[in-house]
């Protein structure tokens, strides 16, 4: 067990809907990561927030957004999904900075129909 | 940029043989690698790392991985494989010129036979 938690575990939801995918980074981790993986694009980083800020972005689509909160848990938000962003989405987390260790949460496993 | 080539999407070992995942990188400055570890319906786990010193790092569960800047390699081995360590591994790369963003390799699918 990382230390970090996601919610929900799967979801399924249809063409052109909007889903919200959670996480709680380990304790004392000031840093969150959200990466995607897929059958054809591998694990991709999307993007990181360090203390409530953005810090770094990576293959995020402008449908994606992310926020991380006071309590330093952070959610994903996709909008207008397509059968395409079906996937499997990492919330990771570490002390900082990208140069840590990051440790992974058990992932959503997102099914768009 | 940096890339990461892992080397047989599926590799196939009897228990007890020796486990070797090759993995490749592309840098233009130093870089930070990593073996992550995926086992099913799970999130990855941190096998190893290297950053800077020795370039023989041991990890978790018996793996090692040697860095050796001449061959731009990082090839994961473990002298014994266990039925346990069916998973999937993942090689990654970071370096300043990313600042640090986690690049990973396509994985490759390790399979133990009894």
């Known amino acids: 067990d990382s230390g970090v938690t996601q919610t929900p575990k799967h979801l399924i939801t249809a063409t052109g809907q909007r889903v919200t995918l959670r996480c709680s980074p380990r304790?004392?981790?000031?840093?969150v990561y959200w990466y995607q993986q897929s059958l054809d694009q591998g694990l991709q980083f999307l993007i990181q927030?360090?203390?409530?800020?953005?810090?770094a972005k990576g293959n995020i689509l402008e449908r994606f957004s992310a926020q991380q909160f006071p309590d330093l848990h952070s959610e994903l938000n996709l909008s207008s999904l397509e059968l395409g962003d079906s996937a499997l989405y990492f919330c990771?987390?570490?002390?900082?900075?990208?140069?840590?260790?990051?440790?992974f949460g058990p992932g959503t496993r997102l099914l768009v129909l | 940029a940096q890339s990461v080539t892992q080397l047989g999407s599926h590799v196939s070992v009897s228990e007890g043989a020796l486990v070797l995942l090759r993995c490749n990188y592309s840098?233009?400055?130093?870089?930070?690698l990593f073996w992550y570890v995926q086992y099913p319906n799970q999130g990855l786990q941190l096998l190893l790392k290297y950053t800077t010193g020795a370039t023989l790092v041991k990890g978790i569960n018996g793996f090692e991985a040697e860095f050796k800047k001449s061959e731009t390699s990082f090839h994961l081995t473990k002298p014994s494989a266990h039925m346990s360590d069916a998973a999937e591994y993942f090689c990654a790369v970071s370096d300043q010129g990313s600042n640090y963003k986690l690049t990973f390799g396509k994985g490759t699918l390790l399979t133990v036979n009894p």
């Open positions: 840098s233009s400055v130093p870089p930070y």
């Open positions: 927030y360090y203390n409530g800020e953005e810090r």
């Open positions: 990771a987390s570490s002390r900082r900075s990208l140069k840590e260790t990051q440790y």
């Open positions: 304790s004392g981790d000031l840093s």
